[in-house]
């Protein structure tokens, strides 16, 4: 009974959490950025449904995406030409039908194989259906893409959809309930053979279960998820193109995934909104901005291989042990002159790029064209670089000890 109450009152805590998020950003822009991450999150987590839980490592995931998004915009032409009147609300759901219909017909054939098979399907399916999209332009609409207006079908409670503030709390609700049935799904017996056929699909045939139907059934539910976040996405901007359903869009909910932390449920939610302040916020100080996240990729690949939220994971023992406390200190220590040497690479990164006379950067005035201004960078990154490799021992050491086994508890 108290478990049921301390889940019931994390996702109440969440719901919470997104409809009050617009009271604390009352702004265009950061309603416009809580609009694109409902919409990463449910799109991130049915990517985690395939590979995160499914081990079915996709790079055509944005196919069910980019087919429910296209969908539902032609049902918001449909109302505006009132050739069916029905409200907005439901226009997700439409996306979300469309996503399930491709998961069951390119599933059929796909999950029937595994592994780097089943990548190479995706990424054929992929590039076929993209490619397809500027060919048959009386769907797609070809390059220019296809748009809609959301403010024709009827209101609800006197609100129609005109304002992102609107859109914002329909994307909220409907990210809440696909992140709960998304959830809701790793709890089922399918779920969790999914997790099992992940592991050892030999040994889920041994005990009676067929890979491929459990397979199926993920790729399915995923892509029927993948759809609701494309149908969000139509409501969102109006429009949709080639370019949300081709390679670049799979591969950044892949990232999205795997820098929040494949296999933890809240993993993709992290990396949705890590990736989405990257491109909403620093794309705007920066033009660099995708190196700098190839870069995060790369070290997240190399340092923190179950991602953020593996890396939060790792201090639970810590936490139940109460020995928080004693991991303060050295991260403190370590992470002040890894900050420093990580700002250091950025002005050096940013001085090479820029073509300014001088270059404006926490609040000092550098001057790209002369050596002393790389002379002193480097020699306070290479400080900073050594002061981290000194600390690392120390926090190495802290770390060993507030997750050791007390005595009496190996006895």
Known sequence: MMALLKKSSIWIAFLIALLGLPLLFDSILAISI?????IAIVFALSYNMLLGQGGMLSFGHAVYFGLGGFLSVHALMLIEY???????????LIGGLFGLLAGIFIGSFSTRKAGTVFAMISLGIGELIAASSLIFSSFFGGEAGISGDRTFGP???GFDFAQNIEIYYVAAVWAFIA???MWLFTQTPAGRMANAVRDNPERAEFIGYSSRKVRFISFCASG???????????LNYEFITEENLNAATSG??????????????????????VLTLMNSLLSNYSELWMLYLGIMFLLTVMFLPRGFAGFIMMHQLAWVRGNMKMLIKPYIITGIPALLFALCAIALIEMSHTEDEVFHYLGFALNPASPVTWIVILAIAGG??????R???????????????PKEEES
């Open 391 to 405: 600390s690392f021992n120390q926090l190495n050491d802290a770390w060993e000890t507030a997750n050791a086994i």
């Open 34 to 38: 809580l609009n694109q991450m409902a």
């Open 252 to 273: 950044r909910v892949l990232l999205m995934a795997y820098i929040g932390g494949l296999g933890y449920f809240i993993g993709p939610i992290i990396g949705a909104v």
């Open 224 to 234: 029927m998820f993948a759809g609701i976040a494309g149908g969000l996405f139509a």
């Open 179 to 181: 992140t709960l049935f």
């Open 155 to 157: 209101t609800f409670f």
């Open 82 to 92: 009132e050739t069916m009147v029905f409200s907005i609300l439901w226009i997700p």
């Open 384 to 389: 900073a670089f050594y002061a981290v490799k």
